[in-house]
C-alpha cells in the first residue's frame, strides 16, 4: 500500500488526538500520545490542552505528583512526560544512547571516574534519591561518597543518566527552573544488551501507535538512537509490523489495524505548544513543518517555536502578550480560519490566565528579531472573557 504524504499528516493527527479533542483520563492520554517533550514546563499542559475535551490542568499536577505520569530524561535526550509504565522500557532502550553520551562525555570523564565506578554510584545515588532531593542535597551527598567536590558538568551528565525522575517543585507547571530528583519507581536494567534490545522494541511499537506509520529513519530520529539498532528491532519484530511505502519510495513500517483516516479528513486548527512532539518526531519532517517554514519554527539553537496548525500544518507561530495571542502566519489565511483560530486563542488565554498568562515569555527574543509573518494579528483578547464560564476550557 503506498501513502501519500496527506495521508501520513492525517494519520499523525489521528494518532496524536489532533482531529479532534477527545475525553480521556490525562495519564491514559499521555500514554495515547506516547510521550510530551517537556523541557519547558507549561508545554505538556498546553499540548494536552490542544488534545482533550475539558482539559483541567489540576488533573496533570495530580498524575505528576502521583507519578501515574513522569518526567525524566529519555529520548533525543531530552526531558519528556510519559506514563510511568512506559518508563522502564523506553530508558532500557535508550541506555546505550545515555550511557555513551553521559558516562562517555568529556565532562563526565574528567572526574575520573569509569563507567563501572558510576554504574556502582548511580546504585548509590538510587538509594539515596528514595525522596525528592536538590540538586545542592544530591552534590553535597556525590562529594562525601567521592571525598572530593565533583564538578557541576560531571554531576549533570551523571543525573541525566541516572534513571531519575523529576519530583514536582510548584510553580505554575509543578516544576520549577530548579529542579528535584527522586529515584525511579520502576527501576530499568542498566548495561545489559538484551535489556536494551527488548527495551527498543517496546518503545517502536508505542512510537508506532503514537505516530505511524514511519520509517527506519523516523524512529531513530524520534529516539536518537543508532539507525541499525532500529533495524534490528524491526527485524525482531517480524509479522508483527505491516510494511508500507512512503511518496517517495521509502519503506514505512506500522502496526497493523492502526488508525489511518483518508487524506481528506478535516483538521482543526491548532495552537500548538512549544516543542510539540509532532514537530521533532520525524526525520521527515514534511508531514507537518512545510519545508520552507523549517528554520523559522526550529531556531538555530534548537528551539521549536509554538505554532499555528492549519490543515494539520505548520501555517506560523504564536505567543502570549499582555493582549491575547499574537499570532504570526507565514502565508495569507482565509478569514474563516482567523476566526477559528481567534476562538482557540480565547479559549487559551483563559486557560494561561489561570496558571500564567505569559508562559514563553523568555522566548520572545525571536519575535524580537523578526519573523517571515505574512501578515500578523492579536487573537483573544477581546473574546477571552466570553469562555471564562468554561474555566477556559478549549472550545470543541
Known amino acids: 500500500m503506498k501513502m501519500t504524504g496527506q495521508a501520513l499528516n492525517r494519520a499523525t493527527l489521528a494518532r496524536q488526538l489532533l482531529l479532534g479533542r477527545e475525553s480521556l483520563d490525562v495519564a491514559d492520554a499521555v500514554r495515547r500520545v506516547v510521550a510530551l517533550q517537556a523541557q519547558e514546563p507549561a508545554s505538556p499542559y498546553v499540548a494536552l490542552w490542544n488534545r482533550l475535551s475539558g482539559f483541567d490542568p489540576a488533573g496533570l499536577d495530580a498524575a505528576l505528583s502521583g507519578h501515574r505520569t513522569v518526567k525524566a530524561t529519555l529520548m533525543r535526550l531530552t526531558l519528556h512526560a510519559v506514563h510511568a509504565e512506559d518508563y522502564r522500557h523506553f530508558r532500557e532502550a535508550m541506555e546505550p544512547t545515555l550511557r555513551g553520551s553521559r558516562l562517555g562525555d568529556s565532562r563526565f570523564t574528567a572526574s575520573g571516574l569509569s563507567a563501572d565506578e558510576a554504574g556502582v554510584l548511580v546504585g548509590d545515588l538510587l538509594g539515596y534519591a528514595d525522596q525528592p532531593r536538590t540538586v545542592a542535597e544530591i552534590g553535597g551527598w556525590l562529594g562525601e561518597r567521592l571525598g572530593a567536590p565533583m564538578e557541576s558538568a560531571a554531576q549533570r551528565m551523571l543525573r541525566q543518566y541516572a534513571p531519575l525522575w523529576h519530583a514536582p517543585t510548584g510553580g505554575p507547571w509543578s516544576f520549577e527552573t530548579r529542579p528535584s530528583y ?20 517496546i518503545l517502536i511499537r508505542r512510537y508506532l501507535e503514537g505516530f505511524g506509520p514511519a520509517s527506519v529513519a523516523d524512529m531513530a530520529q524520534f529516539a536518537l538512537v543508532q539507525r541499525a539498532r532500529v533495524r534490528a528491532a524491526v527485524h525482531a519484530l517480524g509479522d508483527g509490523l505491516e510494511q ?57 539553537n534548537g528551539d521549536v517555536l509554538p505554532t499555528l496548525l492549519v490543515d494539520g500544518h505548520v501555517a506560523g507561530v504564536w505567543r502570549p502578550v499582555g493582549g491575547g495571542i499574537e499570532a504570526a502566519a507565514f502565508h495569507p489565511l482565509p478569514e474563516d480560519t482567523w476566526e477559528v483560530l481567534a476562538a482557540e486563542a480565547g479559549a487559551l488565554v483563559s486557560f494561561l490566565a489561570s496558571r500564567d498568562p505569559r508562559a514563553y515569555r523568555r522566548y520572545d527574543h525571536w519575535w524580537t528579531k523578526g519573523l517571515p509573518a505574512a501578515e500578523t494579528r492579536l487573537l483573544g483578547g477581546d473574546r477571552a472573557a466570553g469562555f471564562r464560564e468554561g474555566a477556559g476550557q478549549a472550545p470543541t
Open 182 to 201: 527522586v529515584a525511579a519507581g520502576a527501576r530499568p536494567v542498566l548495561a545489559d544488551a538484551d535489556a536494551a534490545a527488548g527495551g527498543l522494541q
Open 244 to 300: 508500507l511505502e512512503g511518496p517517495d519510495g521509502t519503506v514505512l513500517y506500522d502496526l497493523p489495524g492502526a488508525p489511518r483516516p483518508t487524506e481528506d479528513t478535516p483538521a482543526p486548527p491548532r495552537l500548538m505548544a512549544m516543542w510539540d512532539s509532532i514537530l521533532l518526531a520525524y526525520a521527515d519532517r514534511s508531514r507537518v513543518i512545510p519545508p520552507a517554514y523549517r528554520k523559522h519554527v526550529i531556531r538555530v
